[in-house]
């Protein structure tokens, strides 16, 4: 997914804000709709690493029940151009959704952190919308199909 426009540098000037493309033949020159919403080997891959699938099933109702506050950080550090505290939440979405299995919305998160790094707060808050569409959607298809019906950790 590239994504290109323009934006205005503290400076006022103005310039056009892109992402380097993936390398051909990688995994991130997939096409976003490409790239799996959830993708269940990573968590199955947690599973084994911890020889414990409660404590990774723990870990993705955890990336659930924070998915709310998370979007809500990343949404006004963005509307109140805070590049340090937008920073912080465009990676920890990112790295969070890798962590569980959300590829697409970690990708999608990849390509905003880069938009925030050039200064792109329009481009950013455009992308708020999809943000919010993809994460529910991630959040649903992690309890379908990975928590089982009614879990909750206790």
């Known amino acids: ?22 390398a051909p033949g990688t995994d991130a020159s ?4 490409e ?25 993705a109702l955890d990336y659930i029940e924070i998915w709310d506050q998370r979007y809500v950080n990343l949404r006004n550090a963005i509307s109140g151009q805070d590049r340090t505290t937008a920073l912080d939440a465009a990676i920890s979405l990112k ?3 890798a962590m569980v299995g ?6 999608l998160a990849e390509d905003v952190e880069a938009i925030i790094r050039s200064g792109c707060w329009d481009k950013g808050q455009s992308m708020l919308a999809l943000i919010a569409e993809l ?20």
């Open 1 to 22: 997914m590239s994504i290109s426009g323009s934006c205005t540098e503290d400076e006022g000037a103005d310039h056009i804000c892109t992402l380097p493309s993936a």
């Open 30 to 33: 997939l096409a976003f709709e």
């Open 35 to 59: 790239i799996p919403l959830v993708d269940l080997l990573v968590l199955q891959d947690l599973e084994s690493q911890l020889a414990q699938p409660a404590v990774a099933r723990k870990f």
């Open 95 to 97: 790295i969070g959704s």
């Open 102 to 107: 959300g590829l697409r919305l970690a990708r």
């Open 135 to 154: 994460g529910r959607e991630t959040v649903a298809q992690l309890r379908r199909s990975y928590l089982p019906a009614g879990y909750s950790a206790e």
